[in-house]
C-alpha cells in the first residue's frame, strides 16, 4: 500500500481481555517497528524486526507483549491480560531497509483505552 | 543509553513569524542521525527534516531548518513564516547504532492567527 495501515484505529478493552494490533507496512519494506505512546509523551520503542526475524525486543514492558510478523509483512502486537497502564497509542512505523539513516514511515497509530 | 530532551512543553506563534524549538541530546556513538517529527492531531508521526551527525552543514527544508551543534549536543528547529497548518506536537528523535528511534517528550507548538 501507500502508506503504513495500522488498525483498529481505535479500541476499548475491558481490563484482563486480551487484544491485538495490526499494522500493514509499506509493500518491500524491510524495517517494521512497534511504539508505545503515553498521553501526553513521547513514542517509546518497543520492538523491532527485519523481515520475519525479530531483532530487538528489549522494549516490551511485560511477559504480556508479544509481537510477531510470520512472513515478514504485516506484523501483529498482542496484549495479553490488558491492565489499565497499558492504555497508550501503539504506532507502527516501516523502513525500506536495515540502516540508521533511513527515514521511517508512520501510521496513525491504534488507541487503546482499557478500562 | 541515549537521552533526548525537550525543554519546552508548550509554544506558540504569530502567524507569519519564527519559531524555535529547543532540543538537547545524550549520545556516546560517534556515528548518528537526528530527526524532527511533526504529529498532528491524526496521531501520524510525519518527518519534518533529517540532520547526519557528520555533515556540518546544518539541514534545510523549505520553512524548517536546523540549528545543529554536535559539541553542545543540541538540535534546534526553526520553522520560519509560521502557518497555522503547523500547529502540531513535535518531536526530537535520535538514532543510533540500535536502529531504533529515541524520542523526547515533544512540544506543543500553536500558530495563532
Redesign the interface.
Known sequence: GAGVSQSPRYKVAKRGQDVALRCDPISGHVSLFWYQQALGQGPEFLTYFQNEAQLDKSGLPSDRFFAERPEGSVSTLKIQRTQQEDSAVYLCASSLNAGIDYGYTFGSGTRLTVV | AQT?T?SQPEMSVQEAETVTLSCTYDTSES???L?W?KQPP??????VI?Q?AYKQQNATENRFSVNFQKAAKSFSLKISDSQLGDTAMY?C?L????????????TRLMVKP
Request: hydrophobic share 40%.
Open positions: 533526548v525537550q556515528n548518528y542521525y530527526f517529527y491524526s496521531r501520524q508521526m510525519i518527518l533529517r547526519e518531536f528523535a538514532n543510533n547504532a540500535g536502529n531504533m528511534l529515541t524520542f523526547g517528550g515533544g
